[in-house]
C-alpha cells in the first residue's frame, strides 16, 4: 500500500511538472521583436498582445487576423495570424501560436512572417 501511494504521489508531482512546462513554452514578444528575431523564432510557439486592426475569416479554411502592439515601423508594425478562432476588429487580444517564416500560400498570398494555429484570448 505504501509502495502504491509513493508511486502516485510521484505521479502528480510529474504532472504538476509537465504542466508547469508546457505553461512557459510561449514567450512573450512584441511585433516589432517578431520582426526582427524572426529567423531565430521560426518554428517556436510566441505571445503576443495587441489590438486587432482586420479580420479576413474562413480564407483557406482558417481565419486570417492582423494584429498591431504599437511597435515597429512601416513594413514591420502589422502582424498576420491564422487560426480557427476569430477576434472583433478594435479586440484587444493575446495570441500564442507558431512563428512561420516565408510561407507561401500560392495565388499572391505570401508572407515573410505568420503566427500559426494561434489561440486567442481576450485581453484584460
Do not use: W
Not at 31 to 41: G, R, S
Not at 77 to 98: F, H, K, Q, R, Y
Amino acid at each position: 500500500m505504501q509502495k502504491r501511494l509513493i508511486a502516485f504521489i510521484a505521479g502528480l508531482a510529474c504532472l504538476s511538472a509537465v504542466g508547469v512546462h508546457a505553461q512557459e513554452t510561449a514567450e512573450q514578444k512584441t511585433v516589432a521583436a517578431l520582426y526582427q528575431e524572426k529567423a531565430q523564432l521560426n518554428g517556436h510557439e510566441v505571445q503576443v498582445r495587441g489590438k486587432v486592426v482586420k479580420v479576413n475569416n474562413g480564407i483557406m479554411k482558417r481565419n486570417f487576423l492582423h494584429i498591431q502592439d504599437g511597435t515597429g515601423a512601416e513594413g514591420s508594425n502589422d502582424l498576420t495570424v491564422t487560426s480557427d478562432e476569430t477576434a472583433n476588429v478594435g479586440e484587444e487580444v493575446i495570441i500564442t501560436g507558431i512563428v512561420t517564416v516565408d510561407k507561401n500560400f500560392g495565388a499572391g498570398y505570401s508572407y515573410p512572417l505568420l503566427v500559426e494555429k494561434a489561440h486567442i484570448a481576450q485581453a484584460k
